[in-house]
Protein backbone atom coordinates (compact mmCIF):
# COMPACT_ATOMS: atom_id res chain seq x y z
CA UNK A 1 0.00 0.00 0.00
CA UNK A 2 2.98 2.28 0.41
CA UNK A 3 4.44 2.11 -2.79
CA UNK A 4 1.02 3.06 -4.39
CA UNK A 5 0.48 6.46 -2.54
CA UNK A 6 4.33 6.87 -2.80
CA UNK A 7 4.24 6.70 -6.96
CA UNK A 8 0.63 8.70 -6.40
CA UNK A 9 2.11 11.68 -4.78
CA UNK A 10 5.31 11.31 -7.23
CA UNK A 11 2.35 11.65 -10.17
CA UNK A 12 0.54 14.24 -8.67
CA UNK A 13 4.03 16.10 -8.01
CA UNK A 14 4.90 15.14 -11.46
CA UNK A 15 1.40 16.55 -12.78
CA UNK A 16 1.60 19.58 -10.56
CA UNK A 17 5.21 20.48 -11.91
CA UNK A 18 4.13 20.82 -15.48
CA UNK A 19 1.04 22.47 -15.23
CA UNK A 20 0.93 25.85 -16.96
CA UNK A 21 -2.61 26.83 -16.49
CA UNK A 22 -2.15 28.89 -13.40
CA UNK A 23 1.44 29.75 -14.08
CA UNK A 24 0.42 33.38 -15.15
CA UNK A 25 -1.30 33.82 -11.68
CA UNK A 26 1.06 32.26 -9.47
CA UNK A 27 4.14 34.50 -11.01
CA UNK A 28 1.78 37.42 -10.93
CA UNK A 29 1.30 36.94 -7.39
CA UNK A 30 4.87 37.13 -6.52
CA UNK A 31 6.28 40.13 -8.66
CA UNK A 32 2.55 42.19 -7.71
CA UNK A 33 3.81 43.02 -4.18
CA UNK A 34 7.58 44.82 -4.84
CA UNK A 35 6.12 46.13 -8.33
CA UNK A 36 3.08 47.82 -6.31
CA UNK A 37 5.23 49.37 -3.82
CA UNK A 38 7.86 50.42 -6.38
CA UNK A 39 4.75 52.38 -7.86
CA UNK A 40 3.56 53.88 -4.88
CA UNK A 41 7.11 54.67 -4.17
CA UNK A 42 7.63 56.66 -6.67
CA UNK A 43 3.97 58.14 -6.18
CA UNK A 44 4.80 59.18 -2.71
CA UNK A 45 8.18 60.60 -3.51
CA UNK A 46 6.69 62.44 -6.34
CA UNK A 47 3.95 63.81 -3.94
CA UNK A 48 6.73 65.22 -2.04
CA UNK A 49 8.69 66.48 -4.65
CA UNK A 50 5.78 68.87 -5.67
CA UNK A 51 4.38 69.54 -2.69
CA UNK A 52 7.84 71.23 -1.92
CA UNK A 53 7.79 72.71 -5.12
CA UNK A 54 4.92 74.22 -4.30
CA UNK A 55 5.83 75.52 -1.18
CA UNK A 56 9.38 77.20 -2.22
CA UNK A 57 7.10 78.96 -5.05
CA UNK A 58 4.22 80.07 -2.51
CA UNK A 59 6.79 81.34 -0.15
CA UNK A 60 9.02 83.33 -2.36
CA UNK A 61 6.45 84.90 -3.74
CA UNK A 62 4.88 85.82 -0.37
CA UNK A 63 8.09 86.92 0.53
CA UNK A 64 8.36 89.59 -1.95
CA UNK A 65 5.68 91.39 -0.58
CA UNK A 66 8.05 91.95 2.75
CA UNK A 67 11.08 92.63 0.27
CA UNK A 68 9.13 95.26 -1.23
CA UNK A 69 7.93 96.89 2.21
CA UNK A 70 4.08 96.05 0.39
CA UNK A 71 3.01 93.74 3.15
CA UNK A 72 4.46 96.03 6.19
CA UNK A 73 2.25 99.33 5.16
CA UNK A 74 -0.46 97.55 4.45
CA UNK A 75 -3.86 96.51 7.07
CA UNK A 76 -3.03 93.15 6.50
CA UNK A 77 0.19 92.45 8.14
CA UNK A 78 0.40 89.84 10.71
CA UNK A 79 1.83 86.61 10.87
CA UNK A 80 -1.91 84.80 10.19
CA UNK A 81 -2.05 87.57 7.48
CA UNK A 82 1.21 86.23 6.01
CA UNK A 83 0.28 82.74 6.22
CA UNK A 84 -2.78 82.94 4.14
CA UNK A 85 -0.92 84.95 1.72
CA UNK A 86 1.27 81.82 1.43
CA UNK A 87 -1.56 79.53 1.62
CA UNK A 88 -2.83 81.39 -1.28
CA UNK A 89 0.20 80.59 -3.70
CA UNK A 90 -1.04 76.70 -2.66
CA UNK A 91 -4.01 76.67 -4.16
CA UNK A 92 -4.13 72.69 -4.98
CA UNK A 93 -3.63 72.30 -0.94
CA UNK A 94 -5.98 74.94 0.04
CA UNK A 95 -8.17 72.70 2.41
CA UNK A 96 -5.39 71.45 4.48
CA UNK A 97 -2.89 74.46 3.64
CA UNK A 98 -3.84 76.54 6.91
CA UNK A 99 -3.63 73.83 9.77
CA UNK A 100 -0.22 72.36 8.46
CA UNK A 101 1.65 75.39 7.65
CA UNK A 102 3.82 77.42 10.07
CA UNK A 103 5.41 80.41 8.81
CA UNK A 104 9.08 81.67 10.86
CA UNK A 105 10.16 85.27 9.73
CA UNK A 106 13.02 86.81 11.52
CA UNK A 107 15.09 89.78 11.00
CA UNK A 108 19.06 90.12 10.98
CA UNK A 109 21.51 92.31 11.53
CA UNK A 110 23.93 91.11 8.82
CA UNK A 111 23.53 87.87 6.32
CA UNK A 112 26.68 86.84 8.26
CA UNK A 113 24.52 85.96 11.61
CA UNK A 114 21.91 83.51 9.44
CA UNK A 115 23.83 80.58 9.46
CA UNK A 116 23.00 81.43 13.47
CA UNK A 117 19.50 80.30 12.42
CA UNK A 118 19.44 76.78 12.11
CA UNK A 119 16.11 75.20 10.98
CA UNK A 120 14.09 73.17 13.29
CA UNK A 121 14.02 69.34 12.44
CA UNK A 122 10.86 67.17 11.66
CA UNK A 123 11.30 65.09 15.46
CA UNK A 124 11.43 68.43 17.57
CA UNK A 125 9.65 70.83 15.44
CA UNK A 126 7.36 73.15 17.87
CA UNK A 127 5.32 75.70 15.85
CA UNK A 128 5.12 78.10 19.35
CA UNK A 129 9.13 78.43 19.04
CA UNK A 130 8.32 80.51 15.25
CA UNK A 131 9.00 84.12 15.26
CA UNK A 132 7.45 86.77 13.18
CA UNK A 133 9.78 89.93 12.27
CA UNK A 134 9.28 91.13 9.22
CA UNK A 135 11.56 93.86 9.54
CA UNK A 136 11.47 97.36 8.72
CA UNK A 137 13.40 99.27 5.72
CA UNK A 138 16.90 97.91 4.43
CA UNK A 139 16.56 95.10 7.39
CA UNK A 140 18.12 91.46 6.23
CA UNK A 141 15.38 89.04 7.18
CA UNK A 142 14.72 85.30 7.02
CA UNK A 143 11.95 84.13 5.75
CA UNK A 144 11.21 79.87 6.76
CA UNK A 145 7.98 77.83 6.08
CA UNK A 146 7.02 74.90 7.34
CA UNK A 147 4.47 72.52 5.60
CA UNK A 148 3.36 68.95 7.64
CA UNK A 149 2.87 66.66 4.80
CA UNK A 150 0.96 63.27 5.52
CA UNK A 151 2.97 60.07 4.12
CA UNK A 152 0.15 57.75 2.55
CA UNK A 153 2.50 54.47 1.22
CA UNK A 154 2.54 51.76 3.68
CA UNK A 155 6.02 51.05 4.91
CA UNK A 156 7.16 53.70 2.85
CA UNK A 157 6.11 56.30 5.55
CA UNK A 158 8.27 55.15 8.19
CA UNK A 159 11.12 55.58 5.83
CA UNK A 160 10.22 59.12 4.57
CA UNK A 161 8.96 60.47 8.00
CA UNK A 162 10.86 62.82 10.06
CA UNK A 163 8.45 63.76 12.39
CA UNK A 164 8.66 61.06 14.66
CA UNK A 165 6.65 58.83 16.97
CA UNK A 166 5.22 56.49 13.91
CA UNK A 167 2.99 59.90 13.13
CA UNK A 168 3.62 59.09 9.38
CA UNK A 169 4.02 63.26 8.74
CA UNK A 170 7.13 64.80 6.69
CA UNK A 171 8.22 68.29 7.60
CA UNK A 172 8.96 69.71 4.41
CA UNK A 173 10.50 73.02 4.95
CA UNK A 174 11.83 75.77 2.64
CA UNK A 175 13.91 79.29 3.02
CA UNK A 176 14.65 82.29 1.57
CA UNK A 177 16.86 85.37 2.98
CA UNK A 178 17.00 88.76 1.38
CA UNK A 179 17.64 92.85 2.28
CA UNK A 180 14.55 94.70 2.28
CA UNK A 181 14.41 97.15 -0.35
CA UNK A 182 14.36 101.09 1.20
CA UNK A 183 10.71 101.54 1.26
CA UNK A 184 9.79 104.81 2.18
CA UNK A 185 6.69 104.36 5.01
CA UNK A 186 7.06 103.56 8.42
CA UNK A 187 6.14 100.37 9.27
CA UNK A 188 4.22 98.65 12.43
CA UNK A 189 6.16 95.65 11.62
CA UNK A 190 6.62 92.74 14.70
CA UNK A 191 8.79 92.39 17.38
CA UNK A 192 12.61 91.52 17.10
CA UNK A 193 12.88 87.69 16.85
Known amino acids: ?17 HAERGATAVEFSLISIPFLMLIFGVIELAMVFMVTTTLETATEHASRQIRTGAFQTSAANTKADFKALVCSGMTWLSDSCAANLHVDVRTFGSFGNLAVAQPQPGSTFNPATTCWSPG ?5 VLVRTYYQWRLFTPLLDRALENMGGGSGMRLLSTATAFRNEPYSDDPPGGAAC
Open 1 to 17: MRPLRLSCLRAAAARFA
Open 136 to 140: QPSDI
